[in-house]
């Protein structure tokens, strides 16, 4: 009987632990079916998502850390409006050989690169031509 008590006890000590690391992670992931219903929730006035977004947007999932200010997502748009993250402010920029492996990654893959930064945030934002998207965030607030 002491036997299955320590087990019991060892196991709800692990299960006690675990459930406190897993709550020490403050990450939030948000799925918008189009630009519509994120500028409708107001995912784009909380900073996360970048303001340059053409609305073709669809498929938009935002992963945030809000202890680390950091934030990262996936997009799909309208191949056509390639052009609207320029005219919206974006800059082109070659990417850093040292840079994250997604993002060499998705270089490999055929993947344009862009900046952009308004007051506090900064995004790099990466496209594909045949409508794809990703981008990572961060908040210096």
């Known amino acids: 009987m002491a036997l299955i008590s320590s087990y019991l006890l060892r196991l709800f000590v692990v299960i006690l632990i675990s459930c406190a690391l897993a709550g020490c992670n403050d990450t939030v992931t948000t ?30 999932v935002e992963k945030n850390d809000l202890d680390l200010n950091l934030g990262e997502g996936s997009f799909s748009f309208s191949p056509a409006d390639w052009d609207y993250f320029i005219a919206n402010g974006a800059e ?13 990654q998705k270089q490999n893959e ?32």
């Not at 994120?38 to 669809?58: D, H, M």
């Not at 082109?92 to 060499?104: C, F, K, L, T, Y």
């Open 110 to 141: 055929g993947f344009e690169f862009l900046t952009y930064a308004r007051e506090s945030t900064s995004w790099l934002i990466a496209v594909h031509p045949e409508g794809r998207g990703a981008y990572w965030v961060e908040q210096t607030k």
């Open 31 to 60: 799925r918008f079916a189009d630009f519509q219903q994120a500028q409708s929730a107001g995912a784009f006035e909380r900073g996360w998502l970048p303001p340059i977004l053409p609305p073709s947007t669809t498929d938009i």
């Open 92 to 104: 082109v920029i070659n990417i850093n050989p040292e840079s994250g492996s997604s993002q060499r």
